[in-house]
Each structure stands twice: as structure tokens, then as C-alpha cells.
T-cell receptor, first 115, second 111 residues
Framework: DTAVSQTPKYLVTQMGNDKSIKCEQNLGHDTMYWYKQDSKKFLKIMFSYNNKELIINETVPNRFSPKSPDKAHLNLHINSLELGDSAVYFC??????????????FGQGTRLTVV | DQQVKQNSPSLSVQEGRISILNCDYTNSMFDYFLWYKKYPAEGPTFLISISSIKDKNEDGRFTVFLNKSAKHLSLHIVPSQPGDSAVYFCAAFSRGQNFVFGPGTRLSVLP
């Protein structure tokens, strides 16, 4: 019974394609996130949604668009994929907005490879 | 600009001994710190946290120490077990921001 699940786990695609990664959490949390782990292994926040409302939007190319149909889901759509988009993308959720006493629960990651 | 640094990319420790993982930060506004553990092909899992009003928090074999004046925190694992072998991420938070992660330290506990 996975708390934060994201699909697919692996995604290999060609440059220029459009792809989506889906994320669902069954923890009843209000806040969801997308993180990117780059080749240097840094985990960097991309987006954060609280109750379907975008609350954090870091400097990310417009080709990346998050969509939250409800507070249990946060999907990531990427247009016109580039080689540099290759990374591991992690979805996460937390009970409330980021704050003291709040920890994020992560999905298992989606390894995106753009060829 | 790395706000959270973990200067040791890797650490090897003998089973049964103490593992000490270090983390330094530059933003004095950070007031909440977390450690996450990550196994290969899995997402990070929350391990332990500490608020800036404390200097120590303990949970079983895991203890986190915070030195605010030095902007330094450390995670102690005693005794270390082979199952502790993983990548450990330090993360920090300040009001109005989001969680900022360090680059991680790979811990290998040798039997």
C-alpha cells in the first residue's frame, strides 16, 4: 500500500517528445511537490501545490507544467524534451505547507532518459 | 549557491561503530532541519528532524546535533548496522521557503 506513488518508474524518450509523469498520494496530505535530482545528485524543488493551488514555482523552463486535478494528485507534463531534462524526478507530499514539524514523504522516483 | 552542504560524499564505517554524518548550512534563517535516508531506486525516507530551538534530538540509534553558532548539524548512528548503508541527505527549511537539500553522503557500513 504505497503512500506516494509515481508512474512510470522509468521513461526513455527521444528529444522533442512530450511526456507526462503521474503522482498520487493516499496519505490525505494537503501539499504535494515535484523535485528533480540532477546528475550531481542535488534534490531541487521544482513546484509545490497546496490544495490544488500552486504555492511554489522555482525557476523552471516553461516546458514543464504541473497539473493538480485534486489534492491527491500532482502530475508533471514536459513539452519538447531536451537532453538536459534527463534526471530522476521525485514526487513528494506533506501534511501541510512546508514548515517546522513538517516532513515530506517521497515517491520512488521516475528516471527520465532523453536520447 | 549551495545553502546546504555535505562535504563528505562518502563514508565507510565498521559495523557496530559510530557513524557521524555532517552537514553545514549558510542561511541563518533556517529554523528546521531534517535527515533523509535513501536506498538505490527508492525515494528518500524521513529519518529524524530537529528544530532550531533545540540542540539535540534522539530517536533510537539516531541522534541529530545542532550547533547554530557554527551553522552545523550532524547525524550520529550508534551502533551502525549494514542495513544503514544508504545515501543520507540533510535538508533545511526556513519560513517562506521550501526544503533545501544537501547533495548527500553515501554511508557504507562494513560487516
Amino acid at each position: 500500500d504505497t503512500a506516494v506513488s509515481q508512474t512510470p518508474k522509468y521513461l526513455v524518450t527521444q528529444m522533442g517528445n512530450d511526456k507526462s509523469i503521474k503522482c498520487e498520494q493516499n496519505l490525505g496530505h494537503d501539499t504535494m511537490y515535484w523535485y528533480k535530482q540532477d546528475s550531481k545528485k542535488f534534490l531541487k524543488i521544482m513546484f509545490s501545490y497546496n490544495n490544488k493551488e500552486l504555492i511554489i514555482n522555482e525557476t523552471v523552463p516553461n516546458r514543464f507544467s504541473p497539473k493538480s486535478p485534486d489534492k491527491a494528485h500532482l502530475n508533471l507534463h514536459i513539452n519538447s524534451l531536451e537532453l538536459g531534462d534527463s534526471a530522476v524526478y521525485f514526487c513528494a507530499s506533506s501534511q501541510s505547507r512546508p514548515g517546522a514539524g513538517t516532513e515530506a514523504f517521497f515517491g520512488q522516483g521516475t528516471r527520465l532518459t532523453v536520447v | 549557491d549551495q545553502q546546504v552542504k555535505q562535504n563528505s560524499p562518502s563514508l565507510s564505517v565498521q559495523e557496530g561503530r559510530i557513524s557521524i554524518l555532517n552537514c553545514d548550512y549558510t542561511n541563518s534563517m533556517f529554523d528546521y532541519f531534517l535527515w533523509y535516508k535513501k536506498y538505490p531506486a527508492e525515494g528518500p525516507t524521513f529519518l529524524i528532524s530537529i528544530s532550531s530551538i533545540k540542540d539535540k534530538n534522539e530517536d533510537g540509534r539516531f541522534t541529530v546535533f545542532l550547533n547554530k553558532s557554527a551553522k552545523h548539524l550532524s547525524l550520529h548512528i550508534v551502533p551502525s548496522q549494514p542495513g544503514d548503508s544508504a545515501v543520507y541527505f540533510c535538508a533545511a527549511f526556513s519560513r517562506g521557503q521550501n526544503f533545501v537539500f544537501g547533495p548527500g553522503t553515501r554511508l557504507s557500513v562494513l560487516p
